[in-house]
């Protein structure tokens, strides 16, 4: 998706990432001649272009298990697999598209909300360090 970053978007989109990985994002893209600044823009190309998230085989299942919030995706086959405990960013929730995106290609993610998430705190101030320890031993599990 980095080519659309240097694009110049039709609104302003705030970042580019979907928070429903269970389906596809598409992006409708056209490439406009700029005429006058009083005519309207003419078409020259338009397609729309499908992103998929979650693959064939990979297991989304939700975690709602003591304190932690988060969703585990596993890929397809049988484990062993590589593990990634997945944390956003600064924007809280629980985003999922980088784990699930792991899980396509081998990696069992877990994705953790840790702030601004149904019953987590509303704001980032302090982090209890006990809270990442809960989910990381359930993840090894």
């Known amino acids: 998706m980095g080519f659309m970053s240097t694009m110049k978007p039709q609104s302003d989109l705030g970042r580019l990432f979907r928070k429903d990985v269970t389906s596809p994002f598409n992006v409708h893209l056209s490439v406009h001649e ?3 600044a009083d005519t309207e823009e003419s078409v020259l190309a338009h ?4 992103r998929g998230f979650l693959g064939d085989g990979v297991q989304r299942i939700p975690v709602r298990e003591g ?4 969703t585990l995706f596993l890929p397809p086959g049988e484990g062993p697999f590589p ?5 956003g960013g600064t924007a809280g929730g629980l ?3 980088r784990a699930c995106l792991l899980a396509n290609h081998g990696f069992a993610t877990m994705s953790l909300a ?3 998430f149904e019953d987590l705190p509303k704001l980032l101030l302090e982090l209890h360090l006990e809270y990442f320890e809960e ?4 993840f090894q599990r």
């Not at 304190?67 to 988060?70: G, K, S, T, V, Y």
């Not at 593990?83 to 944390?87: A, T, W």
């Not at 989910?135 to 359930?138: D, I, R």
Request: proline share 4%; net charge neutral.
């Open 34 to 36: 700029k005429g006058p």
């Open 47 to 50: 397609c729309v272009h499908e």
């Open 67 to 70: 304190r932690i919030r988060a």
């Open 83 to 87: 593990g990634v405990l997945e944390l």
């Open 95 to 97: 985003l999922e598209y």
């Open 114 to 116: 840790y702030f601004s």
């Open 135 to 138: 989910a990381l031993h359930y």
